[in-house]
């Protein structure tokens, strides 16, 4: 069965900071791959999306970004951290034709 | 472009009370539609999903939903809410047709409270 890994939980950095967040798939090959932010009472909002190894859309302008070093690894990446990145992150899977298949999320504090 | 309104934030019911949550989406073809839930600090599980065929679709948890294509609604139900119920809830469309630009666009969410 697939199963998707989301880490870490939670995460305190400081403004300015480096981020990185992982994700990956097991048991399934070539998954579309997802990384959502939530931010209360917004809903979720669709930050990259990727088909494939080095391909990465981009949905909305910010300061973040994305990679895809393999099949089923997602990084969500930031330089310097600024308190508006602050939220709760999810990755997702799907086979590009269903429902999208969620982590367990990553809870960011910007301080 | 895709996009889905949920127009209840916040509903409030009685345990073993009926429910009922609202979605409306905006899509130029049939679309997927998909209910999610979602528990504090968790990631968001699926609950049911319409891809074609019959227009009431069941789910896990004793929830079902029904889709009305004259009126872009895709309304989520319980007969019976239990305390457990309590948790936000999420309706969700994709593009019909899958294909490599496949993603899912959400509403805001509705977020249930279940009183005893």
């Known amino acids: 069965s697939q199963t998707i890994h989301q880490w870490p939980a939670t995460l305190v950095q400081p403004v300015g900071s480096p981020l990185s967040l992982e994700c990956t798939v097991e048991?399934?090959?070539?998954?579309?791959l997802y990384w959502y932010r939530q931010a209360a009472g917004r809903g979720l909002q669709l930050l990259f999306y990727?088909?494939?190894?080095?391909?990465i859309s981009s949905e909305v302008p910010q300061n973040l970004s994305a990679s895809r070093p393999q099949d089923r690894q997602f990084i969500l990446s930031s330089k310097k951290l600024l308190l508006s990145d602050s939220g709760f992150y999810l990755c997702?899977?799907?086979?590009?034709?269903?429902?999208?298949?969620f982590g367990q999320g990553t809870r960011l504090t910007v301080v | 472009a895709q996009s889905v309104t949920q127009p209840d934030i916040h509903i409030t019911v009685s345990e073993g009370a009926s429910l009922e949550l609202r979605c409306n989406y905006s899509?130029?073809?049939?679309?997927?539609l998909f209910w999610y839930v979602q528990s504090p600090g968790q990631g968001l599980q699926l609950l049911l999903k319409?891809?074609?065929?019959?227009?009431l679709v069941q789910g896990i948890k004793g929830f079902e939903a029904e889709f009305k294509r004259s009126q872009s609604s895709f309304n989520l139900r319980k007969p019976s809410v239990h305390w457990s119920d309590a948790a936000e809830y999420f309706c969700?469309?994709?593009?019909?047709?899958?294909?490599?630009?496949?993603?899912?666009?959400f509403g805001k969410g509705t977020l249930l409270t279940v009183n005893p």
């Open positions: 990727s088909v494939g190894i080095g391909q």
């Open positions: 048991g399934t090959s070539n998954p579309n």
């Open positions: 969700a469309v994709g593009p019909g047709s899958g294909g490599s630009n496949y993603k899912l666009t």
């Open positions: 319409y891809f074609s065929g019959d227009t």
């Open positions: 899509y130029g073809a049939t679309p997927y």
């Open positions: 997702a899977w799907s086979t590009g034709e269903t429902e999208a298949f």
